[in-house]
């Protein structure tokens, strides 16, 4: 610990529980968080290179990543435009109900997702509310990916929001003013001054969606219809593959998802903090 | 003010629409809950919510959550008092360590205990041998549970921490108040409704978790059966109703979590503007 | 292109921030608008730029460029160049795109071809000094480079008039000189009419042709820097524009007395309360026949070609402060605590009741 404490710098060295902070957090990251990948490996290391790459891109496997990936991606999408509509509506206007509103975006961190799953296929089934109005229509949402995209919305729309409604509120009156005053029209000045400056928590508010859509599991398995290489998602493949006592396959296909996932968390790190860079100084 | 988009049409097309479509997709299902647990009436609900299964899921649920908060706040504090008063090698690594339970599938998490600590893993086959069974009973879902939710409280102080800075703590120990007696009483006081928020979240979290829940508990009914997927027994087996009771309950927990946010946020603003 | 306002007023809710106010701005002619915070003055030159809208009441207000009555014209159309006090750059752009904006979001049928819009921008990075950082983004900029940046992408849209909030607010006391000269030397140059807001009074009588002293919403006194020094209109506009030390007490048979100090003084019998600036405060070792005013040095700081000098008295509420030349300061050997007398060289009386018109000055 004395080698530790050498590397307290200046300005805090003051303050107490240095050593105590860092057991604690050292501790507990590495048996709760890092111990059990290592469980992961364990099993993985038993599959020879062959068959896991045998596992991973079995045709029902790899349909349930093209399904999974699919929909992320358009619930993504939707999230980010619909997540800008409501954080730009929630910052730059005043209107009754604008505190419901406002608490309402953190509903699908706060509910749990199997209530969201059941609710979800309830309401968009045939015979739900938005099924009943819909499928007569044409449109058929529960049991396809569609119903999957959608679950995966209502679960990520929060990241977007509140990724982007801060910086949104950060952005002075005279950035907009100094667009006017300069002769742009508001679409010009939304595409060229405000997106640019927002583009970032945007693109961070979209990633972790993405990535939180990847691995959703609760809130789709009851609208998703669950056909194999129609709307089988990759957690379900997992899911399946444990109950059929296949440790092997499930961890082979696990750690294909823990690898995408984690890449993205960090390649998302990586690029929020290249713009931040930018924006508040720093060379180059 | 005149500012972009403040154009009446443009801000009333904005408006309206954003408040249909959350209408639609976020406050429709939040009705659809209620409306479904209470579609046969009170007493069906209420039979429902009163059946042994359903209170035992209940009680498990409540116990893993009481559980759960005590690991978290002390992590939590731990970590964010560490990240945010001292400087060290590594300590953007553990910033971003934290958030591997946000980025990893909840089944993915499931199955990552269940590996290390089921029969077959290396500590669950040595713990087998003086009988110690983890997995498919209620410390299992204890232990998925606080992996899935550790980051919450950790995440709600580290920006606030930043933000306020170690001076007034320094203060404290200028003036000779010993390491707990300046924690105590200068830190506790300026993070305590950040800490609260975080546990509120932690506790919604812990309620509703699933996915990886599913896993490791074996969903034996009167055993291991959170309300979470007490609900989903209820509703592969056709009972509606009974499901969406469980449904209401636990949406009734978001709905007081929200409420609780929106308080908190309340508070937090009124402050600023007297201050 | 000069600038005319006809009745314009302004409220914020119930309080009023412009009472109607008429003001006649010359083409090319630089004007600062002078005042202490709400006082209306960026209000006001908000509201000749667009961003803010006049009151609409029974009779409208009117804003003249020129001929051109722009009151209901909106702000992107006004052609003005407007500088932000903390300058507001578009913080995801280069200096270079920062300059260019205005001419890239011009209708396609007026924007310059693309080399004539980088030959333009590089002028103006050149006339602003900064055209070897044309490529750095703002966040790597002092304040007063970002300020320069600033002006320089209100003038490539080449407006009839700039408008400028507290330009100089931000920086510290020698970045500010320096830009003040320089945009004074700017204006003379490019000849455009130009507006700008400060509370610093020496800014403004520095830069401006003449300046609008503005104080509650009204405008208290137009004029040359120069008039509005020597004439000022009445007691606020005097006391904004310098430091001043009061001397007040009864007069009788010519005679003004306070405390054990008196002084003749050629007013009617009454109370009265005189106004002098620190440079009108002469200095003796002795009292003469005519004055009796004893003070005592509390504090002496030496400020460029002067020496500032604080005096204390029973009989004076607030301290007086008194400028001495160099050359006197020696010849007087002052030092803390010394006793001396106050000769006032000139004063200022402005009554009270009715504060416009009835200034009176006396040299004594």
Redesign the interface.
């Known amino acids: 610990m004395s080698q530790?404490a050498t590397?307290?710098?200046g300005?805090?060295r003051?303050?107490?529980?240095?050593g105590?902070?860092?057991g604690?957090?050292v501790l507990?990251?590495s048996l709760?968080?890092?111990?059990?990948?290592?469980?992961?490996f364990?099993?993985l290391a038993e599959l020879s290179l062959a068959e896991y790459f045998a596992i991973i891109t079995e045709g029902r496997v790899v349909a349930s990543y093209m399904v999974t990936i699919g929909a992320a991606a358009v619930a993504a999408l939707v999230n980010a435009i619909?997540g800008l509509?409501?954080a730009?509506?929630?910052v730059?206007?005043e209107?009754p109900?604008k505190?419901l509103?406002?608490?309402?975006?953190?509903?699908?961190?706060?509910?749990?997702?199997?209530?969201?799953?059941?609710?979800?296929a309830?309401?968009y089934a045939g015979s739900?509310?938005?099924g009943g109005l819909l499928e007569p229509l044409g449109f058929q949402v529960a049991y396809t990916w569609v119903g999957i995209a959608l679950a995966m919305?209502?679960t990520s729309?929060p990241f977007v929001v509140r990724t982007v409604q801060p910086v949104l509120e950060d952005l002075?009156?005279?950035?907009?003013?100094?667009?006017?005053?300069?002769?742009?029209?508001?679409g010009?000045?939304?595409r060229?001054?405000?997106l640019?400056?927002i583009?970032p928590a945007l693109v961070t508010g979209t990633g972790?969606a993405f990535?939180?859509s990847?691995?959703?599991?609760?809130a789709i398995i009851?609208i998703a219809g669950n056909m194999p290489y129609e709307t089988e998602i990759t957690?379900?493949m997992?899911?399946v593959k444990?109950q059929e006592y296949d440790?092997a396959g499930?961890?082979a296909i696990?750690s294909v998802?823990?690898f995408v996932?984690?890449a993205?968390?960090?390649a998302i790190?990586i690029w929020q903090g290249r713009f931040v860079r930018?924006?508040?100084?720093?060379?180059g | 003010m005149r500012r972009i988009g403040d154009a009446p049409l443009i801000r009333r097309l904005l408006i309206a629409t954003a408040l249909v479509l959350s209408a639609l997709f976020l406050l429709l299902p939040l009705v659809a809950i209620f409306a479904q647990a209470f579609s046969q009436g009170v007493m069906v609900f209420w039979t429902n919510v009163s059946n042994t299964f359903t209170l035992h899921a209940i009680g498990l649920t409540l116990m893993i959550a009481l559980l759960t908060i005590p690991v978290c706040l002390v992590f939590g504090v731990a970590l964010a008092w560490l990240v945010t008063r001292f400087s060290f090698p590594g300590r953007r690594i553990l910033q971003t360590l934290i958030d591997i339970p946000f980025a990893v599938s909840p089944v993915v998490a499931g199955l990552i205990y269940l590996l290390l600590y089921g029969r077959n893993g290396w500590i669950g086959s040595w713990l087998d041998t003086y009988d110690i069974q983890l997995m498919f009973a209620w410390p299992g879902i204890l232990m998925v549970t606080i992996f899935v939710t550790c980051p919450f409280v950790a995440r709600e102080l580290i920006p606030l921490m930043q933000a306020q800075g170690s001076r007034e703590e320094e203060a404290a120990v200028t003036l000779g108040a010993s390491g707990w007696t300046t924690f105590r009483r200068v830190t506790l006081p300026n993070i305590r409704w950040a800490l609260l928020y975080g546990v509120i979240l932690t506790n919604a979290r812990a309620v509703g978790e699933f996915g990886a829940v599913s896993v490791v508990s074996g969903a034996i009914r009167g055993q291991t059966n959170t309300l979470p997927l007490h609900l989903e027994q209820l509703y592969q087996d056709y009972n509606a109703v009974g499901a969406f009771a469980c449904a209401a309950l636990l949406a009734l927990i978001a709905l007081l979590t929200l409420a609780a946010k929106a308080g908190l946020e309340w508070r937090a603003s009124r402050r600023e503007a007297f201050a | 292109m000069s600038i005319r306002l006809n009745n314009i007023a302004k409220h914020f809710g119930n309080t009023q921030a412009l009472e109607p106010i008429n003001l006649d701005i010359h083409e090319g002619e630089l004007v600062g608008l002078l005042g202490p915070s709400g006082s209306g003055k960026t209000t006001l030159l908000r509201i000749i730029a667009g961003l803010e809208n006049a009151d609409r009441t029974a009779q409208p207000g009117q804003i003249l460029f020129g001929d051109r009555d722009v009151t209901n014209v909106h702000v992107r159309d006004r052609r003005i160049g407007f500088v932000f006090q903390h300058y507001a750059l578009f913080r995801h752009m280069s200096v270079y795109d920062n300059v260019a904006f205005g001419l890239t979001v011009l209708s396609r049928k007026r924007r310059p071809s693309s080399g004539e819009i980088r030959a333009r921008v590089f002028r103006l990075l050149e006339m602003v000094k900064l055209e070897h950082l044309a490529d750095r983004y703002p966040a790597q900029l002092s304040g007063g480079q970002q300020q320069r940046v600033s002006l320089a992408r209100a003038l490539a849209v080449e407006p009839e008039v700039l408008l400028l909030d507290e330009p100089f607010g931000a920086l510290d006391a020698k970045v500010r000189q320096e830009l003040r000269r320089w945009l004074r030397h700017l204006h003379d140059e490019l000849n455009f009419t130009s507006v700008f807001v400060t509370h610093d009074q020496e800014e403004a009588l520095e830069l401006s042709d003449r300046v609008v002293v503005m104080s509650n919403g009204r405008i208290e006194q137009i004029d040359t820097p120069d008039e509005l020094y020597r004439t000022p209109k009445n007691r606020f506009v005097f006391e904004f524009l310098g430091d001043v030390n009061h001397l007040e007490g009864k007069v009788s048979n010519g005679v003004l007395t306070c405390g054990d100090a008196y002084w003749h003084v050629d007013l009617p019998d009454g109370h009265e309360e005189l106004l002098l600036r620190p440079h009108e405060v002469r200095l003796t070792e002795q009292p003469t026949s005519e004055s009796h005013l004893p003070v005592t040095i509390t504090a002496i700081s030496p400020v460029g070609a002067e020496v500032r000098v604080e005096l204390e008295a029973d009989w004076l509420a607030q301290p007086w402060l008194a400028t001495v030349r160099h050359t006197d300061f020696e010849h007087l050997a002052l030092r803390r605590g010394q006793r001396l007398f106050a000769h006032p060289r000139h004063w200022r009386r402005f009554p009270k009741v009715t504060e416009k018109t009835t200034e009176q000055t006396r040299v004594a």
């Open positions: 530790l590397w307290r710098t300005s805090t003051v303050l107490p529980g240095f105590l902070s860092m604690i957090s507990f990251i709760v968080l890092l111990l059990p990948i290592t469980g992961l364990g099993q619909f509509l409501l730009w509506v929630l730059r206007y209107f109900g505190r509103l406002d608490a309402l975006m953190d509903l699908p961190f706060a509910l749990p997702t199997a209530v969201a799953g059941i609710t979800l309830t309401l739900g509310w938005m919305a209502f729309i002075p009156a005279e950035v907009d003013e100094a667009a006017m005053s300069l002769g742009a029209t508001d010009v000045a939304f060229r001054v405000i640019p400056h583009w972790l990535v939180r990847l691995g959703e599991f609760g009851f957690a379900l997992i899911f444990l440790y499930a961890s696990a998802v823990l996932s984690l993205l968390l960090l790190n930018r924006l508040h100084g720093g060379k």
